[in-house]
């Protein structure tokens, strides 16, 4: 009876940390505050790991709460709090719909497989890189496949319910337009939920064993668990209910063993026992399996591993160029604009892990997931695309709901002087020069007035830029009509403090005689 409690808790927990972050990945209202978004991701692992290390908090020390829970219960982690997680289990669900319920059975752990993954995970964070973070922590993934897949599906119901409730003359909801969509982040969205469907389907919670660097981290800490799961020999009849129940594949009813190491805490195996042959006890003596002794291939694996890891960081920064060169100038951008509070390049994409929480968040849509704009080391991480849209000057929404310290909060003040970059003007692209006609587009956009139309010939005027005010909003960049841009914001790899805009005084001499004197 406790059992069935804790198991139903358990798909309480799990769906009430699902719902609420599936939410925030496609609420575009701005329904939920910056502090109950803090308190959701609260224990998503790496997200509070890079976080604490950003700043030293306890406000940012959720993962040390999973430890702890891990050390006193096992992978409670992975069954409870991981949405990624929940979101296996309801695959799981919805297959044995339509085929017969599928019964698991023991398999030998991949213990070389999830243990390299974890090594050259590890290995990319000491270089400063979180590329393999990007792709396999379970939090990210989850981000990228309901940004990506669920968000449009979500806009497209709300439009729908306002198309209804205006046939009758309600007005409650508002029309939305869904942002730019990034087709590569698109396609590793249908890539990763096409893996996850088949390894659910065929072998349960396998990518949560062999792939995951946080089930494999959390798996090495469970082996210290003080309550652990195990089979009583003198009750277990070896009858294989509960294998056949484990979506982990680690009950071994033959030899009545239990590799807690890959066990997630689902308490599919406690509810299911018919002898009550199964146990949740405080450990009194070893049941999880030696690590395999790989020797020479463990070794070789960590030197291949440093290898790629310097290879993949040395392609971190590489210059890009935009725009189609028909004639003109094209534009050759040796740094990519990062987010404002994200302080510099190197800081962004060593905390950044691609979640896409600021994409979904950005009223504009500005930011948007990269390909090779960071180089390879940042495929995925969201840069400022000013083909797309500009940086809101009033706006500091990425800084409030970043969960990593990628981007770091920011107040309003302080964000209207940080110079992400600095607008760089070609000349030979502007329709003032080749077509000698007037345009302004970029001047009128600009919220600092950093980039100024002066007198060129024959009464008209051209962009000059103030560089010391220039923030690097992008707005001249959207603004600017011509392809390749005769504008375009080149990126700060150390943000910088702009100074003041000056504020110019229109003095008016006014006769109070007059009756209108405005």
């Known amino acids: 009876m406790v059992f069935r409690f804790l198991k139903r808790a358990r798909v309480a927990v799990s769906l009430f940390f699902f719902l609420l972050i599936a939410f925030l990945f496609v609420d575009f209202s701005g329904t939920i505050s910056t502090e109950i978004k803090k308190s959701i991701l609260f224990f998503q692992f790496i997200p509070s790991l890079l976080y604490f290390i950003n700043i030293a908090s306890l406000a940012a020390a959720g993962f040390i709460i999973v430890m702890i829970l891990t050390l006193l219960f096992g992978r409670v982690y992975c069954s409870y709090l991981c949405p990624l997680g929940t979101l296996q289990d309801i695959i799981r669900r919805i297959s044995n719909r339509f085929r017969r319920r599928k019964l698991y059975r023991y398999s030998p752990p991949q213990n070389r497989l999830r243990y390299g993954i974890l090594i050259l995970t590890m290995l990319f964070i000491a270089g400063g890189s979180t590329l393999l973070l990007n792709f396999l922590d379970p939090y990210s993934g989850f981000g990228k496949l309901f940004a990506n897949l669920l968000r449009p599906v979500y806009y497209l119901f709300n439009n729908v319910m306002v198309w209804g409730l205006e046939k009758f003359d309600s007005y409650a909801m508002v029309h939305v337009t869904m942002k730019k969509y990034s087709w590569a982040s698109f396609g590793y969205a249908i890539v990763l939920m096409s893996l ?85 006890s405080l450990f009194t003596k070893s049941i999880a399996p030696p690590l395999q002794n790989t020797g020479d291939q463990r070794r070789l694996l960590l030197k291949r591993s440093v290898s790629v890891a310097g290879g993949i960081l040395a392609l971190s920064r590489t210059s890009f160029s935009e725009g189609v060169n028909e004639g003109k100038i094209p534009v050759r951008k040796d740094f990519p604009v990062s987010p404002p509070g994200s302080l510099s390049l190197i800081h962004f994409t060593k905390h950044c892990t691609a979640c896409h929480l600021c994409v979904s968040a950005c009223p504009t849509g500005v930011l948007q997931p990269s390909l090779f704009h960071y180089g390879l080391g940042g495929v995925l991480q969201p840069h400022m695309d000013y083909h797309t849209q500009f940086c809101n000057f009033e706006c500091t929404v990425c800084s409030e709901v970043c969960p990593t310290g990628a981007i770091l909060p920011i107040q309003l003040e302080e964000k209207k002087l940080a110079q992400l970059g600095i607008s760089k003007f070609i000349k030979e692209n502007c329709i003032v020069y080749t077509d000698e006609k007037d345009c302004g587009a970029c001047s009128e956009h600009c919220p600092t007035k950093a980039v100024n139309m002066v007198f060129y010939k024959n009464d008209l005027k051209i962009p000059e830029v103030t560089e010391d005010i220039c923030i690097g909003c992008g707005a001249c960049e959207f603004a600017c009509p011509t392809t390749p841009k005769s504008i375009y914001v080149e990126g700060n790899p150390v943000h910088k403090q702009a100074d003041k805009p000056k504020v110019e005084k229109i003095e008016t001499e006014v006769n109070p005689e007059d009756d209108f004197p405005f």
Do not use: H
Not at 220 to 231: E, K, N, T, Y
């Open 196 to 280: 996850l469907t088949w390894l659910v389907y065929r072998y349960g919670r396998m990518y949560c064993n062999t792939v995951c660097p946080v089930g494999a981290l959390l798996g090495l800490m469970s082996r210290f668990s003080l309550f652990r799961i195990r089979l009583d020999e003198s009750l277990c009849n070896s009858c294989g209910i509960c294998g056949s129940q484990c979506k982990s594949g680690c009950i071994d009813t033959k030899n009545k063993t239990v590799d807690f190491t890959r066990c997630v805490g689902c308490m599919n195996c406690l509810t299911a026992c018919p002898s009550a042959g199964v146990k949740f």
